[in-house]
């Protein structure tokens, strides 16, 4: 793997440092700007977001032709490093899981109508999303393989069964990827 920081990347990492440090800080110092969680409140946060948008700071790690920049791995590394001297850093440049992961996973795997559908309302910062994985005793955590919940095909559709926790962001998310079993085979969940 080439390590080599780029001058575009240079220069991402240079403007993201930039906004942290004159945008997002000054915002985290206020308390008034935190929800009940700890995380940025929604009021605060849409103008900042906005801002990152406008200065084409948004979205960086996805391909260019589903709105990001393609920063790759080691552009990633530099910026989020950045974004993150801030704890409200990675969600105003919608680099914040997990919309982050779920982002990458629908840009990967999803088909064209699947991405006009699911992904494109969160890369356009309009909804937000959750990924359900974790389940609760003996279920599936770190170990996918233990994963109980299932999904059957029936017809057009699955019928999911099972029972999950730890889902960052549930109350939020207008739409979540969620993790199912599909066949009895320990490798194919
Ligand atoms: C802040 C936070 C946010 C989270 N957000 C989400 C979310 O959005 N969605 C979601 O689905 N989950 C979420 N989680 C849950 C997280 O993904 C799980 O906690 C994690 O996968 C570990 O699973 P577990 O807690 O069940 O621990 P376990 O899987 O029970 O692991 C406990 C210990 O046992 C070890 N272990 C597990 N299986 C094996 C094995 N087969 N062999 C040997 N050792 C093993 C592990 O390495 C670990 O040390 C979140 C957790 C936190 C803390």
């Known amino acids: 793997m080439d390590f080599t920081i780029s001058p575009e990347i240079e220069d991402y990492r240079q403007r993201i ?17 935190w929800d009940a969680h700890g995380n940025i409140a929604h009021d605060w946060l849409e103008p900042l977001r906005e801002k990152a948008r406008a200065e084409g700071l948004w979205c960086l790690q996805l391909r260019p032709e589903t709105g990001g920049r393609g920063l790759g791995k080691v552009g990633m590394a530099v910026c989020y490093e950045e974004m993150n001297r801030s704890i409200f850093g990675p969600v105003v440049f ?7 992961g779920n982002m990458m996973v ?9 991405k006009e559908r ?14 359900a994985m974790t389940e609760p005793h003996p279920g599936g955590g770190s170990d996918p ?8 095909k029936d017809g057009d559709k699955y019928i999911i069964k099972g029972r ?25 969940v």
């Open 17 to 33: 440092s930039r906004f942290v440090e004159d945008e997002i800080l000054p915002v985290e110092m206020n308390r008034d700007s």
């Open 145 to 152: 393989g233990m994963m109980l919940t299932t999904a059957k």
């Open 94 to 100: 919608n680099s914040a899981a997990p919309d982050d």
């Open 106 to 114: 629908l840009e990967k795997a999803a088909t064209d109508a699947q």
């Open 164 to 188: 999950k926790w730890f889902i960052t962001g549930a109350e939020d998310a207008k739409h979540f990827i969620l993790m199912a079993r599909t066949s009895d085979d320990p490798r194919r």
């Open 118 to 131: 699911w992904l494109q309302p969160i890369v356009q910062g309009k909804v937000r999303s959750a990924f």
